[in-house]
């Protein structure tokens, strides 16, 4: 079995490769509408590699770590056991005296973790497209770029160092790119796209400029290797790990929108809806808190940075939420909500500086939260779809209600999300959540920043209520009240089980997957053979957060039913009593407009003066430059007049002048 | 008292080792006999000449590649040696360019056989002046002799002034050939002047042996003001003047574009290329003929050096700027090709200044290597850009029957190969990177930079080299311009093309072109290795 691991690794990524590269070249001639097929093979073999070596994981003993100056990984007594760490190589792509890249894929426990889900939650997404976009026209560019994708995110987790992991980070960007545009017919989609692209460009600069600053401070940049250095480097040079650890979260600011980077998020909701599902809720969004998580032994080296970490998150949740609020579009509902779980997930990724017994604690916590958000986030998203497609692709909940009874399967599940979602106890959202705050809860404690965490605490528990309360306003607005249709919806209708089997999966793991793998700490234990992690630190519990969070769940779904089921007018009497903060939310707290006349204006016109510059000063230049020779050019061209007799007078004054200066040059 | 019977041994006993590595040139003879043998033997007659054309350039590239390959691996199976009693020098870097003028010769003559230039009946007799032309090139680049330079130069363009009138239907063809004749006429009559009087100087015609005379009569005499060493500087640049003539130097360049127009394509490509190969190699190894440890013969071979290098920039300057305006394909490269051999004699200018200065010492002999190198390269990399350039001109001749610029309008969506393998040309001509042009350039400047440590004037050849490149993109852009961005005008005639053996073609001669600029370590590395031992003199 040991031989074909690295064979099954391999085809994790290149299945869905080479199901890119077959649909893009016979797509459109051969497979037209059974596109979906090669993708959603490809996708399932990838989900049963990643499955397969996810139980041989499982069997490893979990206490061995690796263990680089001894060889007793040889002697032990589970032949059929990992190491913990699995690499194979791939082939040198930059072999430099200075820089060694190659392209190896490395599998460590936290990888693991993340293939399943992003193979697994990509297949079921797969399958609810070949429902949700059929008859399109681009049906097979479609899946072109959605295989093309799974294999950018699976290469991104299994990269074993920082470039490769970049490489494939935009990757992930340029995929997300072709799918946000993907009808591009439409101006309101390439603009979406344009903006998702050009603000991710901001982070990945950050990125790219922290790979290089790893690169110089440490001579490498394999995660194996620099992670080894550190202590070494902490002796000569301390201060650098701030600087690097914020250049890389500045990266993944852009990836996993986080204020004031997040605003191409919600834009993003152009894109088709299985899209917005996977690309800008379970899989590429989360792609920062990997990176961030992967590099915690980066992370912990600087407190600061990860103070910065953590109230940038909060500042996102906060803002996420409160934007949230009172959002009509469905989807946009969710992606804000998406824009505050992933808030959520960095506060405790911050949480790691309180002490090194807790930074596990913390980053589990955080990649917890990210397992089981992929999931329901992908639900309430396929859901979202689902309707849409039903209501003739409306998606402003001010046009439609009450579809309990048109779209049972749909509700049901979506009820199980929002469920999820807003934390009610015992499902898998309540677990992650809840894991979080008492990291969080364990910084109020100690470390020195108690009271920092005081307020990043208060700042999780009020948007732990926030997002309890808009997911049923979402659920109330969407499929309770009384029966409506918009006009554009022919003849509403349940969708077609391609679509809903995925949603039933989606809400079976939703409800089960948390109290599974949390609190009997399957996941904590697996995740903590990781390379990046420090090792089995505490693993606190908090019986009173637990009844807190269950408290406040109760209280969001409570006011939610009350204000939009019960007394609608309720709703509306808010509305105009808090105009001015209702405005506020509604616009999204202006930030798009702010970021329109701070940046976007003088940048259009600082472009408009370099149009100019160029047009007139450069251009009048270089055709004037250009000129010169063929003027000179006009001057010299009669010398060429077709006489021998003349040719050979020129000849000879060539042969006396050069005499002449030859003997000159030589007397003087 | 000599003795008449070892003399004769002697001279038996050079000529019996002589033949032995002059087979390449004798195999090429061979074939000019059977050739023409062809047109009156009619059992012959029934082959096609161009394949017995064919085979002798493949057995002479055969031979050469053999002996160039025996020659740089150490080994004693080949040595250095001169033949004929010292007419010829056997070594390395004449090895190369005979290599180089075969290869060229098959090239030419598979460019030929696409685009059936000479008809059955005259095919014969073109081909005994293509191979002509050649074996006379190859005696320019293994010349030790001042006879032999004579003899090769001489035996290079009584042929090329044939081949030039070759269309004898064309009354331009004929003019071209007249006016090429007349003045190359001129330039030998000058250039056999300047041997006659550096043979009576010194009382040999031997180069080697002209250095050590050069400097036992110039240590007689009073300086330069002494009437014996004006008469050296003459001498010399006469003989100057009739290899500028062949490089189509400023001011010696005028029938160069006269002759290509008028010239077909195929011919223009050959000369363009070939003859130059040969004068430069006659060039190098001229000027190095002064080294000695004379202090008053190297300053003539400096100050020859020096001027070389501003008819250089001036030969750069001139074909370039007369570039810009031409309508006529063949014009327009004509001009390019007076440009490069300016670029390619500021080379030889820099190897000069490099050698025979004052101060010379270790660090100038390294550069002077690279001088060397860099023309070679230069050369290499000009075999397979130019011939692609004038090859793709013919064949795109044979399509529209033309050659203005005009009607090349739009030809990039008719012929792809075609016109994707002039880009490649154009762009390597240019000297872009990742084009052999980049390199080749990029080697020449380094060199003549190098010799700006040693004078002045360097910078001014160095300034024009660069200002040049820059002015020649506009009209080369302007073929492109043509190709690509105008559209077709309505009712010109298709072209369409058999992909096979053309776009063969096209792919072998430009595929070169980015070889040699993808991967120029390799090739740069031989020619580094020929340089020094060539400049070693071993």
């Known amino acids: 079995m040991s031989e074909l691991t690295p064979a099954l690794l391999w085809l994790i990524p290149v299945a869905p490769l080479l199901a890119s590269i077959f649909i893009a070249f016979f797509g459109k001639a051969l497979l037209r509408g059974r596109s979906h097929v090669p993708c959603v093979t490809a996708l399932a073999i990838s989900t049963l590699c990643a499955g397969s070596l996810m139980l041989m994981f499982l069997a490893a003993p979990s206490q061995l770590k690796p263990d680089p100056n001894t060889n007793s990984l040889h002697q032990r007594p589970s032949e059929h056991a990992l190491q913990p760490v699995l690499t194979t190589p791939g082939y040198a792509w930059a072999e430099t005296a200075d820089l060694n890249v190659r392209l190896d894929l490395q599998m460590d426990a936290m990888t693991a973790i993340m293939l399943c889900m992003v193979t697994f939650v990509s297949l079921l997404v797969s399958i609810y497209a070949s429902g949700y976009m059929h008859g399109d026209p681009g049906y097979p560019r479609f899946f072109a770029a959605f295989a093309l994708f799974v294999f950018s995110m699976c290469m991104l987790v299994l990269a074993d160092n920082y470039l490769t992991m970049f490489i494939f980070w935009e990757g992930v960007g340029l995929c997300s790119y072709l799918l946000i545009g993907f009808w591009f017919q439409k101006p309101s989609a390439a603009a979406a796209a344009r903006k998702a692209f050009v603000v991710n460009r901001v982070g990945d600069f950050g990125f790219i400029l922290g790979v290089f600053l790893i690169w110089k401070t440490f001579g490498t940049v394999r995660f194996a290797d620099v992670f080894e250095l550190i202590p070494h480097v902490a002796e000569t040079n301390p201060g650098i790990f701030t600087t690097i650890c914020l250049l890389l979260f500045l990266g993944a600011m852009g990836k996993s929108a986080q204020f004031p980077l997040h605003v191409w998020l919600p834009d993003a909701m152009e894109g088709p809806t299985p899209v917005s599902a996977l690309i800008h809720a379970a899989t590429m969004v989360t792609a920062g808190v990997y990176m961030v998580a992967r590099s915690t032994p980066l992370f912990v080296m600087s407190p600061t940075a990860q103070m910065v970490v953590s109230g940038i998150g909060a500042i996102t949740a906060l803002l996420a939420a409160l934007t949230a609020l009172t959002q009509y579009d469905l989807k946009r509902v969710l992606a804000y909500s998406t824009v505050s779980q992933l808030g959520y997930m960095f506060m405790a990724l911050g949480a790691a500086s309180v002490s090194p017994k807790l930074a596990t604690f913390a980053v589990t916590a955080a990649m917890f939260h990210l397992f089981t958000h992929a999931f329901f986030k992908a639900l309430l998203f396929l859901g979202a779809g689902s309707v849409m497609h039903s209501m003739g692709n409306v998606i402003d909940m001010r046009r439609f209600s009450g579809l309990r009874d048109v779209m049972p399967h749909t509700r049901i599940t979506f009820l199980i999300g929002s469920l999820t979602l807003a934390g009610c106890p015992l499902l898998s959202g309540f677990w992650s959540k809840d894991e979080i705050l008492v990291a969080l809860f364990e910084g109020t404690k100690a470390g020195g920043h108690e009271t920092f965490f005081m307020v990043i605490l208060g700042v999780a528990v009020l948007t732990a209520f926030l997002t309890a309360f808009y997911s049923f306003r979402a659920y109330n607005m969407t499929f309770l009240g009384e029966e409506r249709f918009p006009e554009e919806a022919h003849h509403p209708h349940e969708s077609p089980p391609t679509m809903t089997l995925p949603l039933f999966v989606l809400a079976g793991f939703s409800l089960v997957i948390g109290l599974f793998l949390g609190p009997t700490g399957v996941y904590a234990r697996q995740l903590a053979q990781s390379t990046s992690l420090p090792g089995h630190g505490d693993h606190p519990h908090n019986i009173l957060l637990m009844a807190l969070s269950a408290a406040i769940f109760c209280g969001g779904y409570g006011l939610a039913r009350w204000m939009y089921v019960k007394s609608p007018a309720v709703s509306a009497g808010l509305e105009r009593g808090l105009k001015p903060l209702h405005r506020l939310s509604l616009n999204k707290f202006f930030l798009d407009e702010l970021f329109n006349y701070l940046l976007v204006i003088p940048v259009k016109v600082l472009a408009l003066l370099c149009t100019l510059f160029d047009k007139y000063l450069l251009d009048g230049l270089l055709n004037f430059a250009g000129s010169i020779p063929s003027t000179i050019g006009r001057i010299v061209r009669p010398i060429q007049n077709g006489l021998v007799s003349h040719y050979a007078w020129v000849m000879l004054l060539g042969v006396v002048l050069f005499l002449i200066q030859m003997l000159r040059a030589l007397a003087g | ?538």
């Not at chain 2, 002799?145 to 004579?150: G, S, Y």
């Not at chain 2, 240590?219 to 009437?227: F, H």
């Not at chain 2, 006659?282 to 002064?290: P, Q, T």
């Not at chain 2, 300016?342 to 025979?356: E, K, P, Q």
């Open chain 2, 1 to 538: 008292m000599h003795d008449i019977g070892s003399l004769v041994d002697q001279l038996v006993e050079s000529t019996k080792t002589s033949v032995g590595l002059f087979v390449p040139e004798l195999v090429l003879s061979g074939t000019i006999v059977v050739l023409l043998l062809c047109r009156i033997l009619p059992l012959v007659w029934r082959v096609p000449t161009q394949w017995i054309a064919l085979l002798g350039a493949f057995t002479a590239f055969g031979w050469t590649l053999s002996q160039f390959d025996q020659l740089v691996t150490p080994s004693e199976a080949l040595q250095v040696k001169t033949l004929f009693t010292g007419l010829l020098k056997f070594d390395e870097f004449s090895t190369f360019f005979r290599m180089f003028l075969s290869l060229f010769l098959i090239l030419t003559i598979t460019l030929t056989v696409l685009t059936g230039i000479p008809d059955r009946e005259d095919a014969p007799d073109f081909y005994t002046l293509l191979i002509g032309a050649t074996i006379g090139m190859m005696i320019m680049a293994s010349a030790n002799h001042l006879l032999m330079v004579f003899i090769g130069v001489e035996m290079t363009s009584v042929p090329s002034y044939a081949m030039v009138g070759f269309m004898k239907g064309r009354r331009q063809s004929s003019e071209a050939a007249l006016k090429y004749v007349v003045y190359g006429a001129g330039a030998a009559g000058v250039m056999l002047y300047g041997i006659s009087l550096l043979a009576g100087l010194t009382g040999t015609g031997s180069l080697p042996e002209m250095a050590e005379r050069l400097s036992m009569i110039v240590a007689q005499g009073q300086g330069i003001s002494d009437p014996t060493n004006r008469t050296i500087v003459l001498a010399s640049l006469m003989v100057l003047v009739g290899l500028a003539f062949k490089l189509s130097v400023f001011p010696f360049h005028f029938w160069c574009p006269d002759a290509f127009e008028g010239a077909a394509a195929e011919v223009a490509g050959f000369l363009s290329v070939a003859s130059k190969a040969g004068a430069f190699a006659l060039l190098v190894r001229f000027g190095l003929a002064f080294s000695g440890q004379s202090k008053e013969v190297s300053s003539i071979a400096f100050a020859l050096g020096i001027g070389l290098g501003v008819l250089g920039a001036a030969t750069a300057t001139f074909g370039n700027l007369s570039a810009y305006g031409q309508s006529n394909m063949k014009r327009l490269l004509a001009y390019s090709t007076i440009a490069h051999a300016g670029y390619m004699l500021m080379s030889v200018s820099a190897l000069l200044v490099l050698r025979f200065s004052k101060q010379a010492g270790a660090e100038a002999d390294v550069a002077s290597l690279s001088c060397i190198e860099g023309l070679m390269y230069y050369l290499f990399v000009y075999l397979f850009m130019n011939l692609g350039a004038f090859a793709i001109v013919a064949l795109i001749r044979n399509q529209i029957f033309s050659e203005e610029l005009d009607d090349y309008n739009g030809l990039g969506t008719q012929c792809p190969v075609l016109c994707f393998g002039m880009t490649i040309c154009v762009f390597s001509l240019i000297g872009l990177p990742p084009m052999g042009g980049f390199f080749a350039k990029f080697a020449i400047f380094y060199s003549v930079f190098k010799a700006t440590s040693v004078h002045w004037v360097m910078w001014l050849v160095l300034a024009a080299g660069a200002i040049n490149t820059v002015f020649s993109l506009f009209y080369y852009i302007r073929i492109l311009k043509a190709m690509y961005v105008k559209p077709r005008p309505d009712g010109a005639r298709k072209v369409t093309y058999d992909l096979m053996p053309v776009g063969l073609f096209v792919l072998m001669v430009c595929l070169p072109v980015l070889g040699l600029g993808l991967f120029p370590a390799r090739f740069s590395e031989t020619f580094h290795h020929v340089a020094s031992l060539l400049l070693t003199g071993r």
